[in-house]
């Protein structure tokens, strides 16, 4: 286990030194990351503003769900979720098999060589609006901060369970990065207070694919408001990580190698 995190380690330390080379490169990257990432708080902003808002929710309310639906893909997407990207371009380009003679395990591998410096930004931009939306609300207890921790990592956990699923989609669709923008339009459900969805819908969201647990669900827990259906959120996380796990090595036994 320890050596484990001393490979990934060292694989953060590489793709640093690689992205210093071109230190202004790599800011000027993080910082138009983070303005992309502050377009839809600022849209939530502008509409609270001219009078219009979500029912139940205040202003801040949505914003600190916003804030922790970033700050759970600023984590996930420097550290871990670059399995996707890193899978697809070395499918395309044939260098897939060199992970496949490696000591470690092929996932292993794919997330030590996939960590991408410039999502940091999305970590970034996630601190400050949790922050922010944080000071504007009633501060939580030591409860709400204990539950609000667990539900977190929760939210990492269906993160992960969504990368394994784009990993295992780009080792058979080869050289197709759109596998993104099936994640985008199921995933930005979570950043919105669920009850403002259909009954049908929110059910989907919480209890059979649960983007609800991205930042719905935390915030609520946070805010003292618990969300209905919490407790499937959190087994159906559990059975979404496994059932992304077996048909992420489903797709790993299809690969054929860049030679057939």
Same mark, same amino acid.
């Given at each position: ?10 694989? @953060? ?14 800011? *000027? ?7 992309? &990432? ?5 849209? =939530?902003?502008? @509409? ?12 801040? &309310? ?9 700050? +759970? ?39 030590? =060589? ?6 940091? %930004? /999305? ?18 207890? !030591?409860?709400?901060?204990? /539950?609000?921790?667990?539900?977190? *990592?929760?939210?990492? $956990? $269906?993160?992960? %369970?969504? %990368? ?12 197709? #990065?759109? $596998?993104? &923008? *099936?994640?985008? +339009? ?33 915030? +609520? ?6 969300? &209905?259906? =919490? ?10 990580? #496994?059932?992304? !796990?077996?048909?992420?090595? %489903?797709?790993?036994?299809?690969? =054929?190698?860049?030679?057939?």
């Amino acid at each position: 286990m320890i050596n484990a995190m001393y490979v990934h380690l060292q694989g @953060i330390k590489t793709a640093l030194a690689v992205r210093m080379a071109y230190r202004a490169d790599f800011f *000027i990257s993080i910082l138009i990351m983070l303005l992309v &990432e502050a377009l839809v708080p600022f849209v =939530t902003y502008l @509409i609270y503003k001219n009078g219009a808002s979500l029912p139940g929710w205040s202003m801040y &309310e949505v914003l600190l769900i916003q804030g922790i639906f970033l700050l +759970s893909r600023g984590i996930s997407f420097p550290f871990f979720f670059g399995i996707v990207w890193n899978t697809i371009q070395r499918v395309q380009e044939g260098t897939f098999d060199l992970l496949l003679i490696k000591p470690r395990s092929v996932l292993h591998m794919l997330i030590v =060589t996939g960590f991408d410096s410039e999502d940091l %930004g /999305k970590l970034l931009g996630g601190v400050i609006l949790f922050t922010a939306s944080l000071f504007n609300v009633p501060f939580p207890g !030591l409860i709400l901060w204990l /539950k609000f921790l667990v539900l977190f *990592i929760m939210s990492l $956990v $269906v993160m992960f %369970g969504f %990368g394994l699923i784009l990993s295992g989609l780009g080792i058979v669709w080869i050289g197709n #990065f759109r $596998v993104y &923008e *099936i994640f985008f +339009s199921i995933a930005n459900f979570g950043m919105y207070p669920a009850n403002i969805f259909s009954k049908f819908l929110q059910t989907f969201i919480t209890s059979i694919i649960p983007v609800a647990m991205l930042g719905f669900i935390p915030a +609520s827990v946070l805010l003292g408001k618990p969300a &209905e259906g =919490t407790l499937y959120a959190v087994i159906a996380s559990f059975v979404f990580l #496994f059932a992304s !796990l077996l048909f992420w090595k %489903g797709m790993l036994k299809r690969y =054929t190698s860049a030679g057939g």
